[in-house]
Structure formats: C-alpha cells, structure tokens
C-alpha cells in the first residue's frame, strides 16, 4: 500500500503561469479558496465508526478539528452511513454526491491509501494516510494464556461482530472450523471488545483500533494479529480523500496532517481515545 504524492512546486508553478497569462482558474484549482471564503470545511465521516466517530466525537473529529483549525475555517462534519464498496462511498462523498440528494463533501476521512483503489478511482486523489490498521484477536490472558494457533482456542467462546472482515476471517479461519465458537451478535469490535472485558467470552477479534479502545492497558488482555495465513499482518493505511482537481485542497490538508504528525498531536489524539498510534 502507498499514497500519491502532490507536488506543491509543480502545483504553484501552474497557477503562476494561469495568472500571468490572464486565464481563469478551473473550478478544482480554486476549491480552497471557496471553502475559505465559506469559511467552512465540509468533512465526511463514517456514522458509528468507534473508536474514530460515535456522535459526533472520537479520533476522525478531532483530526478533522485540526485540519479546520489549520485552513482557518470552521468544521462542518457530514455524517453517512457506509454503501456497499469504497467505490461508492467515494463517489457519494467525493466525486458526485449522493442520489438522495447530499454530499459530495470537500473531504472523505478513513479512506484506505490503496494503489487499486487509486487506480479504480480517477475521479478522486486518495492521500495523506494518517494511521494503519489491522485485524487482531484480544484475548483473556488467565483463560487463554498462549494462542500461537487457532487450534489453541479449545472450546472457548470468541465474540466477533460477523459482518466486518474480522469476522469474515474467523468465520472462514480453515475452512469454517471454528464456527461453532463464534458469537457473531456484535455489530463492530468495540462491542465484541466489551464483550470480553465483561467476561462473556474468552477473545475478541475486530479491529485494533476497536479492541484497544476498550481493552488498551488492561493487563488481563493481550491483543496480537489473529494468527491464520489469511490475515494481512501489516494492515492498510487510511487516509483522506478529495475531488482530483482539488489540488490546492490536497496540497493544504497534506500539510496539515504532516504537521499533526511532526508536532506529536496526531499520536496524542490517538492516546486520547486509548489506541496505540501506528505509523501509516
């Protein structure tokens, strides 16, 4: 996984030559001085997304916060519910608009930093990954004291939101094997991470940013990668995503997320809601 690099150069030598030569700016190369002149930034964000947006708060409000602070303009967020594909998502919230009538917004957080997303995607600029995420197992270290394996699971009980890719994975884990342990009741991990913590089962699996939210600290827990072949160890990135021609946009948000991570606030509002920062 990587992210498209924005020449800021190649960018101001364009507008240099379009102002000498009296041309008028194309409606993407002024989209940052609309949003100033609005005195708005329009951020899109997943509804019921923990630890990242949960009623308005968590880890992708405060970095939207930030980004607002930075370009001088208030935040206004545009929560939506997740469509089928990352394709449509970027289509509602960036490139078009949504057919009931809303969006697109200036920008789309949690956008996974993918090249065949990018390649599929000519409408948008997908960059500016600010954080890499993975699928773990979290488990209750007195009941489940080693897990190098599945297998070592036994028989105990894992809660598992089963609609997400966590639950895809364990769910398909060696061809449906471990099935029969699987509560998959939970709509997303913090629940399954709750879950746990709560004594109701003796692992967890969801998203690393879900279970260290409940379970970060806790030394009763341990939270490792979930140990099958098919689970991507490294994780993705995710980043942020605009319409192509918002070069100026693109341009600005870059170098406000840039400074958050330079300055130590990214890992802060990381730590604020109990996740471990992890480098993009």
């Not at 996974?112 to 979290?138: G, M, S, W």
């Not at 884990?173 to 997303?188: H, I, M, P, S, V």
């Amino acid at each position: 996984m990587n992210h498209k690099n924005l020449s800021r150069r190649d960018c101001l030598r364009w507008l240099g030559v379009a102002s000498l030569a009296g041309a008028s700016l194309p409606s993407g190369a002024a989209s940052l001085a609309r949003i100033r002149e609005r005195g708005t930034l329009i951020v899109a964000l997943y509804k019921d997304m923990p630890p990242f947006h949960v009623a308005g708060k968590g880890i992708d409000v405060a970095i939207a916060q930030a980004l607002a602070d930075s370009l001088g303009v208030k935040l206004s967020m545009l929560p939506f519910s997740a469509d089928e594909n990352m394709g449509d998502d970027l289509r509602n919230m960036v490139w078009r608009g949504h057919y009931l009538g809303f969006g697109p917004a200036d920008v789309l957080m949690h956008v996974p930093v993918d090249k065949p997303l990018i390649d599929d995607t000519p409408q948008a600029n997908i960059f500016a990954p600010y954080y890499r995420e993975r699928v773990v197992l979290a488990r209750q270290l007195d009941r489940l004291p080693q897990l190098d394996t599945l297998s070592a699971l036994g028989d105990a009980k894992v809660a598992v939101p089963g609609q997400t890719l966590a639950g895809w994975l364990m769910i398909g884990a060696e061809g449906g094997a471990y099935r029969n342990l699987l509560n998959t009741q939970w709509k997303d991990g913090a629940e399954a991470a709750r879950a746990l913590q709560r004594g109701e089962v003796a692992a967890a699996a969801g998203l690393a940013s879900e279970m260290e939210s409940v379970l970060r600290g806790d030394a009763r827990f341990a939270i490792a990668p979930i140990p099958s072949p098919r689970a991507q160890r490294n994780g993705w990135a995710v980043g942020l995503a605009v319409k192509k021609d918002a070069t100026d946009l693109a341009q600005a948000l870059q170098a406000g997320v840039n400074d958050l991570v330079s300055s130590g606030r990214m890992r802060e509002m990381f730590d604020g809601a109990n996740v471990a920062w992890q480098t993009p």
